[in-house]
């Protein structure tokens, strides 16, 4: 018998090497004679580690001379997660608006994010999640206002209320942004403020992006055949499973209750409706979505999208937030320039959304913010689902990772005049009709929401952020609150703003910054 199990064992490793080899030999083949970036891990992979960690301590500078040497040329990098095509700014243009069923960002995200493990592949073979951001939401934003003001508010008092008008108090910059943030997003999820305002709950999806991330930095250095059962041993695994069952507890029962006062509208007749009007959260646009039945429909399906939306809203709009405070404690004329105009805005128009678009000199200093402090070091992350010919005649393979070297190109002087100086007014163009306290028309193409070409905090093209927008407002909002009812600023002695850290693909705000507020006498 035991040569018998010996035999098999042996035949069953030659399979696996024999498998291995063959997806290294059509890794390699897939970028055969374009250039490389950065340390090459070699057919066999033997340099592979040094090239994760090459990448992980210095990618942002690889990317600085990829994006320096290779203007016309795809060139390729092996970052800490895969292999990927770093595509120059040339050939954005011919990929940004194809389908995604030939290059997805999605499909990238779950591959990097393990989709399989984490449970976000719910949101595979849908789009509900992103239609809900990019319309219900986006188009309810005039009548959120107020309640998105409200939530921003009391986050705000709760944080700031040690502050008083007469003496500076130490506050952790990052800890009030987030709460803000936060807390709006909270009631955008469940308009219910039993909930949305509840610790256990608030606690939970603030962090759910922290739980998922440490979960997928964790598997990424255990081997691929060992992560179906790690997932289950790992802390990280075990930390995320209970983020998402917390999530369903508070979650699922109101689906159903949803659900069912759906049907029994559905049934009642014709005047007999309910007349009130329906919450306007992400729990009642998904299940209106998913009407139709099938897995959409599944309170954990939804409670999944909800999660992915979460991680897709939440910490990136406190981060740039984040960003923006230490801008303006680094920029007291700016502070003072957005202040003012936020006073004549919001006074003329009110605490309106069509108020919030006239801060022509504030969108202005966010994209700059944006401009200077990257989302990450690189952006356009997309998965290659079918071969794609690109104009200069080379065919991107099916399973490519692709990404564009967004950091390095903001501080390119090509499009950018002097880009190591931060200028708040760079994209301001003053609109048509500008009285003299602000305001003027909305003028679209100059909004922080705007995804001209080479802006890369939104993404860009078919696929880029459907949840800009609603973002942009409510940044606005946050730093209006800040602006017209405190004083912010560094420590004494402190000019400038702290570095932003780098890390694999990934940049942010130091986190620990202090500031120092103070009320602003009514
Ligand atoms: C400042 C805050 C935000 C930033 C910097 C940001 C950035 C991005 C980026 C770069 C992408 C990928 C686009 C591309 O590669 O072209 C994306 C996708 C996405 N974002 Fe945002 N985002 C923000 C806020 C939000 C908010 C508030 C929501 C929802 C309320 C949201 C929902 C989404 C969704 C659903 C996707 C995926 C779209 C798809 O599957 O095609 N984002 N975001």
Redesign the pocket.
């Known amino acids: 018998m035991a040569p018998i199990i010996t035999f098999w064992s042996a035949l069953g490793g030659v399979a696996l090497l024999l498998i291995w080899l063959g997806r290294r030999l059509s890794s390699r083949r897939r970028f055969a004679g374009l250039p490389r970036v950065g340390i090459d891990p070699g057919f066999l992979g033997l340099r592979m580690q040094a090239a994760k960690d090459e990448f992980f301590h210095h990618g942002q500078q690889l990317l600085e001379q990829g994006y320096a040497k290779y203007k016309d040329t795809p060139y390729v990098i092996q970052t800490c997660d895969n292999e990927r095509l770093v595509i120059p700014d040339k050939f954005i243009e011919e990929l940004?608006n194809l389908p995604?069923t030939q290059i997805s960002?999605?499909e990238e995200?779950l591959d990097r994010f393990m989709g399989k493990y984490t449970k976000l592949d719910a949101?595979r073979g849908t789009?509900i999640?992103?239609d809900i951001?990019r319309f219900q939401?986006t188009k309810s934003l005039g009548n959120l206002l107020p309640q998105m003001k409200e939530e921003a508010q009391l986050a705000l008092d709760n944080a700031l209320g040690g502050c008083n008008s007469k003496e500076f108090t130490p506050i952790k910059a990052s800890s009030m942004v987030f709460a803000a943030i936060g807390q709006i997003?909270s009631r955008?999820v469940i308009d219910d403020p039993q909930v949305s305002r509840d610790a256990v709950w608030l606690k939970t999806i603030m962090g759910f992006t922290a739980s998922l991330a440490t979960f997928c930095i964790t598997m990424r250095t255990i081997s691929p055949t060992l992560r179906p059962i790690a997932r289950f041993t790992i802390p990280s695994g075990r930390k995320l499973r209970s983020d998402i069952a917390q999530v369903t507890t508070f979650l699922a029962p109101l689906i159903r209750k949803r659900q069912q006062q759906q049907q029994n509208l559905n049934s009642a007749a014709g005047d007999q409706k309910q007349k009130e009007d329906p919450p306007q959260d992400f729990v009642q646009w998904l299940a209106e979505a998913a009407q139709g039945g099938g897995r959409d429909a599944e309170p954990e399906a939804i409670v999944i999208k909800i999660l992915?939306?979460i991680v897709?809203?939440?910490h990136?709009?406190a981060?740039?937030a984040i960003h923006a405070v230490y801008d303006l404690c680094a920029h007291p004329e700016t502070m003072r320039d957005l202040r003012e105009e936020a006073r004549a805005v919001l006074g003329a128009h009110g605490w309106t959304h069509a108020a919030l678009l006239r801060l022509h000199r504030m969108e202005s200093f966010l994209k700059e913010s944006?401009r200077a402090n990257s989302?990450g070091i690189v952006?356009?992350?997309?998965l290659v689902l079918s071969p794609i010919r690109l104009s200069n005649g080379f065919v991107i393979p099916a399973g490519t990772h692709i990404c564009a070297a967004s950091d390095a190109r903001s501080r390119d002087p090509a499009p950018y005049e002097a880009p190591l100086e931060f200028r708040p007014l760079r994209f301001y163009h003053p609109p048509s009709g500008e009285a003299a306290g602000g305001g003027g028309e909305v003028d679209a193409a100059n909004l922080f929401s705007s995804v001209a070409n080479g802006d890369?905090?939104?993404?860009?093209?078919r696929?880029?952020?459907?949840?800009?927008w609603?973002?942009?407002a409510?940044?606005k909002l946050v730093l209006c609150l800040l602006l017209t009812e405190y004083e912010f600023k560094f420590p004494d002695g402190q000019t400038a703003r702290p570095k932003n850290w780098v890390k694999d693909e990934k940049t942010g705000p130091d986190m620990e910054q202090m500031i120092w507020v103070r009320r602003l006498r009514g």
């Open positions: 940004k995604d960002f999605k995200l949101v789009t999640h992103r951001v939401l997003t955008r992915f939306l897709a809203a939440m990136s709009s981060v740039t944006g989302a952006s356009f992350q997309r890369s905090w939104f993404g860009v093209g696929q880029a952020c459907p949840g800009r609603y973002a942009s409510q940044i």
